[in-house]
């Protein structure tokens, strides 16, 4: 077997990884602070690439301004959405919260496909054919750029979780709500404000990625169930076992299509998730801690 082809597919993999980090630790986010499980999520992730497609094609901002841009217009998506609908919900009303967050990303998929039509667009950047080589590996300077953004990204969320009161309060808030309540916090601030970060990383990831495949309404389908097992499989509401996990993933999509077919890299992927919770039920890290 050619070790460049697997090195290749082990940068490939971590690369995508390192972007499904994004979207799996905004889900589990939303999930460790408000107990909703966010199945909108998949058309966060195409809202984010297409707030990319507007501002790079339309607009003409380079690349690196752009994933930033359409993060902060997402996260001004999910404030709205907080706002109007999520904030009403309830303690202990999951069911609700799913009903919920279904009709929200049905009318976001459906508000696309009427004003944007179902037809694929393309994101072109120079950045997509220039290459860096290294011991017989190949890699799109892009793809390094969405790597180097997402892992920036992941490092500054963490750093805001554990060293910020803005993110001990959102820990405090899911460990113990009732405790957080009693020394003052605004519970529903504080879900607005892990909304508003897990909805702008999701648009992150999806203007990120945006480039690299086709833009359409339908993007995030797929992308929302692979994001679920993530979650699961590093442990439900667990930030970092969300990243590990992501990285898992993406290094198994890369290598079951290197070296098989890609219609095996879902099969792998839920394959995986269903192996592991036979052995640990809760996930990777999950130990009923969340965030």
């Known amino acids: 077997m050619d070790i460049s082809l697997l090195g290749q597919l082990l940068i490939n993999g971590l690369i995508l990884g ?3 980090a994004l979207v799996a630790v905004g889900l589990s986010l939303i999930f460790g602070v408000l107990e909703i499980v966010n199945f909108a999520h998949g058309q966060i992730f195409a809202l984010g690439a297409f707030a990319m497609l507007v501002l790079s094609n339309w607009l003409g901002l380079p690349y690196v301004v752009g994933v930033a841009a359409s993060g902060a ?10 706002e109007s609908l999520l ?3 309830k303690s202990g009303e999951f069911e609700r919260g799913i009903i919920l967050t279904l009709a929200i990303g049905m009318i976001l998929q459906n508000t696309l496909l009427a004003t944007v039509g179902a037809t694929p667009h393309i994101i072109d950047f120079p950045e997509v ?3 860096i080589e290294f011991l017989g590996v190949g890699v799109e300077q892009l793809r390094l750029t969405a790597a180097a953004i997402a892992l920036g990204t992941l490092a ?3 750093w805001l979780l554990t060293r910020t009161r803005f993110g001990m309060a959102m820990r405090a808030l899911a460990q113990n709500p009732l405790a957080a309540t009693v020394v003052g916090m605004n519970p529903k601030r504080v879900a607005g404000h892990a909304v508003i970060l897990g909805m702008g990383l999701t648009g992150m990831a999806g ?8 833009v359409h309404p339908l993007l995030g389908v797929s992308l929302l169930f692979k994001a679920f097992a993530i979650v699961i499989i590093g442990g439900l509401g667990h930030i970092p076992g969300a990243a590990v996990a992501a990285l898992i993933v993406g290094l198994a999509e890369s290598f079951a299509g290197g070296l098989g ?3 095996l890299q879902d ?5 995986l998730m269903i192996v592991l919770l036979q052995v640990k039920p809760l996930g990777l890290f999950g130990q009923g801690v969340r965030i």
Not at 73 to 82: E, K, R, S, W
Not at 207 to 214: H, V, Y
Not at 267 to 271: A, E, I, L, N, T
């Open 73 to 82: 217009l997402i996260a001004m998506v999910g404030f709205l959405l907080y």
């Open 87 to 89: 904030k009403h919900l």
């Open 207 to 214: 203007a990120s990625l945006a480039p690299l495949f086709t």
């Open 18 to 20: 390192a972007i499904y």
């Open 156 to 158: 500054a969320v963490w």
């Open 261 to 263: 077919s890609t219609v």
């Open 267 to 271: 099969v792998v992927v839920f394959g």
């Open 129 to 131: 054919y220039s290459r």
